[in-house]
């Protein structure tokens, strides 16, 4: 089974992730910068969906921490926000990030860039994650 981790600080969206891909993945949580790099680590998850607002830690941070390290560098981040613009987006994707999605959830895009994600990985293609 493949390991998603979530990294939130609301742990109500750990419980909707859950409830959404439970069955399927095996999901991990983390709710501060520390914890992601951590878990990230020792884990070793399929891929990271990354809230892009958490409180104590700059996620953009987070995404530059992990993808300079060379044990989660190739682990592929999915940026998550309820609201985000386009050039913040877009910012993220230059520092490393695979892929978007919005809050709230929708089940199949979630499954989708999920599957994709980890697809690509799966095959090798990181220049294209």
Known sequence: MKKILVADDMPTVFEQIREIIGDR???????????????????K???????????????????????????????????????????????YYTLGAADFLKKPFVENVLFRRIDVVCALKDDGHYDLI
């Open 25 to 43: 993945y095996e999901v991990i949580t983390a709710e501060t910068g520390a914890e992601v790099q951590s878990e990230a680590k020792s884990r």
């Open 45 to 91: 998850p399929d891929v990271i969906l990354l809230d892009m607002f958490m409180d104590d830690d700059m996620s953009e941070d987070i995404l530059k921490n992990l993808k300079s390290d060379a044990e989660t560098r190739n682990i592929p981040v999915i940026l998550m926000a309820s609201d985000a613009t386009i050039m913040a987006i877009s910012r």
